[in-house]
């Protein structure tokens, strides 16, 4: 089993930065695919990033924004966010699975979800 904990939502006025924490623990995630996706408010959960190894993943809204790095000493899956948008307004969650791949049902496992909040 693998448990995830996200961290590191806030409120940002649009133009900021955050950076979102996902940390694992249970077993090491250095071979799974680690992804971020959001849920906004009346819409459907949606893919935002996947790293595995060092191939990344984007959904188009936020390439050149944010970027997913991993540190597999730490077990640990970020998600820089720059240049934040009021429609990046979400929750957004970890995810592990096997495959670098933007469908939600591959991944096996999931965090609670952190809430970010971008002010216009």
């Known amino acids: 089993q693998v448990q995830l904990v996200e961290s590191g939502g806030g409120l940002v006025q649009a133009g900021g930065s955050l950076r979102l924490s996902c940390a694992a623990s249970g077993r090491t995630v250095s071979s799974y695919a680690m992804g971020w996706f959001r849920q906004a408010p009346r819409k459907e959960r949606e893919f935002v990033a996947a790293?595995?190894?060092?191939?990344?993943l984007y959904t188009d809204s936020v390439k050149g924004r944010f970027t997913i790095t991993r540190d597999n000493a730490k077990n640990t899956v970020y998600l820089q966010m720059n240049s934040l948008k009021p429609e990046d307004t979400a929750v957004y969650y970890c995810?592990?699975?096997?495959?670098?791949?933007?469908?939600?049902?591959?991944?096996?496992?999931w965090g609670q979800g952190t809430q970010v909040t971008v002010s216009s």
């Open positions: 995810a592990a699975g096997r495959l670098l791949i933007r469908t939600m049902s591959t991944y096996e496992y």
């Open positions: 790293i595995r190894m060092d191939s990344t």
